[in-house]
């Protein structure tokens, strides 16, 4: 039986570990990676990386070694799904320090870039349908004040993507790429967000109302619909995307 690979960053929390459990199955192999382990997939027997994903020159290595011992010929697809991200402390910059900037950005940039190009090398020559699956945000299309680092991250993790998607374009087999918004979702992100002081956070206010109000995805729902896009026919169409896309 043909089977289906799934490597996945941020899987020991929110959506991401929702996403881990929801792709469980005898028919896929699945790869994930944190910076800790997520004990419920322990328990299932997956493999699991503890990485350091502000380091992402290592971990971009490791990933190429992994794909490189890997049977291609008993694969139907493989997929990569960037979904880890770090958040900086709320307000401007400069009263973050410039590690917590660079950690952040690294994270949430460099890292998916990186791993990028060593799935898309690694899997060249393979005849599998080749997916990259980008989880951005609604915040890299419109700035918020507060969350500097984090806008740009997404921004530019949206940009990248449809430069990637350009290049796939052209080759043989080449990979279909997406940069997905997935919603706004009841996750520690919308707790740190919440408890932002709004001296340097004019949109606390806001965050705290789509808690109260009920308007905040939960992460199994929000999972569901992120995997539910993959699984589109059309998927790749347009290179940057929300969930709630029709």
Not at 185 to 194: E, F, G, K, N, Y
Request: glycine share 8%; charged share 20%; aromatic share 4%.
């Amino acid at each position: 039986m043909a089977r289906h690979l799934f490597i996945l960053t941020g899987a020991s929390r929110g959506m991401g570990a929702a996403m881990a459990q929801q792709l469980l199955g005898p028919d896929h192999l699945l790869l994930f990676m944190s910076r800790q382990r997520n004990a419920a997939l322990d328990a299932a027997g997956c493999e699991q990386w503890a990485v350091d994903l502000s380091q992402p020159i290592e971990a971009a290595a490791r990933l190429g070694t992994w794909l490189a011992a890997q049977d291609a010929s008993a694969l139907a697809s493989a997929t990569l799904i960037n979904n880890a991200a770090a958040l900086t402390r709320i307000g401007a910059i400069e009263d973050c320090s410039d590690a917590e900037l660079s950690s952040a950005l690294r994270v949430g940039l460099e890292a998916p870039l990186l791993l990028t190009a060593a799935f898309l090398r690694a899997t060249r020559a393979w005849s599998a349908t080749k997916r990259v699956l980008n989880i951005s945000s609604g915040l890299g299309r419109r700035a918020m004040a507060g969350q500097a680092s984090y806008c740009a991250a997404k921004a530019g993790m949206d940009h990248f993507t449809r430069a990637l998607a350009l290049d796939e374009a052209t080759r043989p087999n080449g990979a279909r790429v997406v940069s997905l918004a997935p919603g706004v979702i009841d996750t520690d992100m919308q707790v740190h967000l919440r408890a932002g002081d709004p001296a340097g956070f004019p949109e606390q206010a806001n965050f705290i109302g789509l808690k109260g109000k009920g308007q905040l995805t939960p992460p199994g729902d929000a999972a569901a619909r992120v995997l539910a896009y993959l699984n589109r026919a059309d998927f790749g169409t347009n290179a940057v995307a929300d969930v709630r896309d029709a």
